[in-house]
């Protein structure tokens, strides 16, 4: 997906905006002014008024009144029948021709278009629509041609420019000036996203560099963000040790009261109360290690992942669970980077769930993309579709009672996720083939540089 910056939106804006602006302004302004400059051509009775006068003057006096009716925009001359005068090949304008013959007292007359001045060669087609120049040829009765070159050019400035050139072209830097301090200015707040983005609250965080020479209102908000992650750092640093020391303090009476526990005469009722503690005990370890994974307090080694399930696996067998393993060289060799006691408590979690509920735990491992996959299935009676999501939260569980005899706190998978997810990886729930659970984990393969 594209991703277009404040600063180029804005700028397009702004681009769009002076676009349509200077467009609308510039076709307002020819259309009235070539018809203003339709209306100033010159007249038939002004021109048949001046061919009589020539007709009548001969010699130096004729070349008097030429030059006396002649102005920039009015350039008149004489020229013998049969000589060339120059310019494109006649093209004739048969409504205007008829409206000047009817005027000119029954001489001949011709519209053309009229040569193109070498200064104008450049743009020729630009620069004589904005003159918009007329040359009339008008035959006198003496046998001469009268040749009027008729203009109404455009008003510029006296560098040659069309008028507003100037503004439009001040207003352009000063748009570029401001997009480029606009640029400046929103720079910092990129950073601060990008900072925001790689917070992590298990060391000290870096503190953004403040940038004096932004707006006011920039720098607040980076001295409030440094402010903000102190504080968080300030925050997990005092709730890891408070945890860490509720945790050493119920292990220690947990001991001391399965050390009472043994007193009791009545085996049922001990070995109760002894899975009763060692549930608690193992709650209470999820809950820590959960706790490490959110704040990035696990630690990483290396870890064959193939070996450490081979262990899992050895100690359920030996409890007598239905549980198979079905593994090749290539993942026994397979390295994972992470915390050995969180991936232990990740498959030991999964195993133990597909053996409480669905009655068999069948693992299959393999490498798929540069990652290993370890795939967990059961055989019972699987998870709806809709409610797969909803066990992987905190305290979820399919069955509502909340009765210990029939299962436990709902942390289990939760606890796995949080685990999977802060190694990189990632945890997801299907059908299984037989119409079980399968239950399906992702890790990265450490790759050495």
């Known amino acids: 997906m594209l991703r277009v910056t404040l600063a180029a939106r804005l700028a397009l804006i702004g681009l769009v905006g002076f676009t349509v602006v200077t467009t609308v302004v510039v076709a307002i302004f020819y259309r009235t002014t070539l018809r203003e400059n339709e ?13 009589t006068l020539l007709e009548r003057t001969s010699g130096d006096a004729r070349q008097a009144v030429l030059d006396a009716v002649s102005s920039p925009q009015f350039m008149v001359r004489i020229v013998p029948s049969a000589a060339p005068v120059g310019g494109e090949t006649p093209s004739q304008q048969q409504q205007l021709r008829e409206t000047y013959a009817a005027g000119l007292a029954g001489r001949s007359v011709e519209i053309v ?7 104008d060669r450049l743009f020729p087609r630009i620069a004589r629509l904005m003159a918009n120049a007329v040359e009339f040829r008008i035959g006198l009765r003496s046998g001469d041609l009268l040749v009027i070159d008729a203009y109404t050019r455009l008003p510029v400035t006296p560098f040659g420019l069309p008028v507003g050139f100037g503004a439009g072209l001040f207003g352009s830097i000063v748009a570029l000036l401001a997009l480029l301090v606009m640029q400046r200015e929103t720079r910092p707040l990129a950073r601060l996203a990008a900072a925001v983005d790689r917070v992590d609250l298990s060391a000290d965080p870096p503190p953004l560099p403040d940038a004096r020479r932004s707006a006011p209102e920039i720098r607040a908000v980076i001295a409030a963000f440094n402010r903000l992650q102190g504080r968080l750092a300030e925050m997990l640093r005092a709730r890891m040790t408070l945890v860490g020391g509720i945790a050493h303090d119920v292990r220690t009476f947990a001991t001391r009261l399965r050390l009472r526990v043994e ?4 085996d049922a009722e001990r070995q109760r109360a002894v899975a009763d503690i060692d549930d608690m005990i193992r709650l209470l370890d999820d809950a820590l290690l959960s706790t490490r994974a959110g704040a990035g307090g696990l630690s990483q080694e290396m870890v064959e992942l193939a070996a450490l399930i081979a262990v899992e696996m050895h100690d359920r067998r030996v409890q007598g669970a239905p549980v198979d393993l079905v593994t090749d060289e290539h993942v026994r060799k397979a390295v994972v980077l992470g915390d050995r006691l969180a991936l232990r408590r990740v498959l030991a979690n999964i195993i133990d769930n597909a053996l409480a509920y669905g009655r068999a735990a069948h693992v299959r491992m393999s490498l798929k993309d540069g990652a290993m996959l370890v795939s967990v299935e059961d055989e019972g009676p699987g998870i709806p579709a809709d409610q797969r999501q ?5 305290f979820h569980r399919l069955e509502k009672s909340r009765n210990r005899a029939t299962g436990g706190a709902g942390l289990g998978l939760a606890v796995a996720r949080n685990l999977v997810e802060a190694h990189g990886g990632t945890i997801e729930i299907s059908a299984a083939p037989n119409g079980g659970t399968r239950v399906n984990v992702t890790l990265p393969v450490f790759q050495p540089a």
């Open 39 to 51: 209306l100033t051509r010159p007249s038939p009775a002004r021109l048949d008024v001046l061919a």
């Open 113 to 119: 278009s009229p040569p193109e001045h070498r200064a």
């Open 263 to 266: 007193q009791i005469p009545d």
């Open 390 to 394: 909803t066990v992987l939260e905190p």
